[in-house]
């Protein structure tokens, strides 16, 4: 097999979103080529309940798929077709705006004041971005832990470990979404489509990315891999956890107005003005 060797690195950056939301962006829509199918990555981890309280409140979202990843505290969230939650530690939320949606997420934070997780865009084909929305709330106890030689554990959100398949399917991108960790001085090996964008967004502890890189990367780096058939990682003193994503590119045009992603601007320019006159919501 041909390991994937590491194509860029760089650090999430402090970013301010919602209603004065205090997080670390670790890519946008500055980067949405080199990242298709997915458009953002949020770290919105902290200890401060002032940088997080004011949370999000009612927006629009439109074209896109909205991945939630709760690994402390909780998310109140509620939207324009009657739906109401709340997302807690392990859980995670994957929502379709398709044709549109409203909705507002409020994070709350546990009872030591702190909020961790991690929300993540996926862009959705031209041919679905005007589907029908639907959620998708996986409580932590439906995700698998999948527990290797050499104490490597792997949440299975979305994709498959060996012969263990995460909760979340029928996603028109092919996505695998895992959480994993790797012990003190472990190593970690796992398949890859070719063609799939492939990144790893590391949480805690210290790990080198390739078979060849001697260099150790450690929290809010995030590695983009370049081509190969599998990822390799090799973990320090400390163990190194990480989420390891991949997808299907679309290699369509991209048209991004804050929450709202379209192919063309008119599109974009349209669901705008629907938002404004009250017909954003298109399916009930």
Same mark, same amino acid.
């Given at each position: 097999?041909?390991?994937?060797? /590491?194509?860029?690195?760089?650090?999430?950056?402090?970013?301010?979103?919602?209603?004065?939301?205090?997080?670390?962006?670790?890519?946008?829509?500055? $980067?949405?080529?080199?990242?298709?199918?997915? &458009?953002?990555? $949020?770290?919105?981890?902290? $200890?401060?309940?002032?940088?997080?309280?004011?949370?999000?409140?009612?927006?629009?979202?439109?074209?896109?798929?909205?991945?939630?990843?709760?690994?402390?505290?909780?998310?109140?969230?509620?939207?324009?077709?009657?739906?109401?939650? $709340?997302?807690?530690?392990?859980?995670?939320?994957?929502?379709?705006?398709?044709?549109?949606?409203?909705?507002?997420?409020?994070?709350?934070?546990?009872?030591?004041?702190?909020?961790?997780?991690?929300? &993540?865009?996926?862009?959705?084909?031209?041919?679905?971005?005007?589907?029908?929305?639907?959620?998708? #709330? /996986?409580?932590?106890?439906?995700?698998?832990?999948?527990?290797?030689?050499?104490?490597?554990?792997?949440?299975?959100?979305?994709?498959?470990?060996?012969?263990?398949?995460?909760?979340?399917? #029928?996603?028109?991108?092919?996505?695998?979404?895992?959480?994993?960790?790797?012990?003190?001085?472990?190593?970690?090996?796992?398949?890859?489509?070719?063609?799939?964008?492939?990144?790893?967004? /590391?949480?805690?502890?210290?790990?080198?990315?390739?078979?060849?890189?001697?260099?150790?990367?450690?929290?809010?780096?995030?590695?983009?891999?370049?081509?190969? #058939?599998?990822?390799?990682?090799?973990?320090?003193?400390?163990?190194?956890?990480?989420?390891?994503?991949?997808?299907?590119?679309?290699?369509?045009?991209?048209?991004?107005?804050?929450?709202?992603?379209?192919?063309?601007?008119?599109?974009?320019?349209?669901?705008?003005?629907?938002?404004?006159?009250?017909?954003?919501?298109?399916?009930?």
């Amino acid at each position: 097999m041909t390991t994937r060797k /590491i194509k860029r690195v760089t650090t999430s950056v402090p970013t301010l979103e919602g209603a004065g939301v205090h997080l670390h962006r670790a890519f946008a829509n500055q $980067d949405v080529q080199l990242f298709d199918p997915f &458009l953002l990555l $949020d770290d919105f981890r902290s $200890d401060t309940p002032e940088h997080y309280l004011k949370g999000f409140p009612w927006h629009p979202h439109r074209g896109i798929e909205t991945i939630t990843y709760v690994l402390k505290g909780d998310v109140e969230h509620g939207d324009s077709l009657g739906n109401k939650g $709340d997302i807690s530690c392990g859980d995670v939320q994957w929502m379709t705006a398709g044709s549109g949606i409203i909705h507002q997420e409020m994070p709350k934070g546990d009872k030591d004041g702190k909020m961790e997780g991690f929300q &993540l865009w996926a862009n959705l084909p031209a041919a679905d971005k005007m589907m029908h929305p639907r959620y998708r #709330d /996986i409580k932590a106890a439906q995700i698998p832990t999948v527990r290797l030689d050499g104490g490597v554990e792997i949440k299975v959100i979305c994709g498959r470990v060996g012969e263990v398949s995460g909760p979340v399917t #029928d996603v028109m991108i092919e996505p695998e979404y895992l959480d994993v960790w790797v012990p003190a001085n472990g190593s970690f090996r796992h398949p890859v489509p070719e063609h799939h964008t492939g990144f790893a967004y /590391i949480h805690a502890g210290q790990g080198r990315f390739d078979d060849e890189t001697e260099r150790w990367l450690g929290n809010r780096s995030l590695v983009l891999f370049d081509r190969g #058939d599998q990822v390799v990682v090799s973990a320090g003193a400390e163990g190194v956890r990480f989420l390891l994503i991949s997808g299907k590119p679309l290699e369509e045009p991209i048209a991004w107005g804050g929450p709202i992603v379209m192919n063309t601007r008119e599109e974009l320019q349209l669901a705008f003005d629907e938002y404004q006159n009250g017909t954003f919501i298109k399916h009930k």
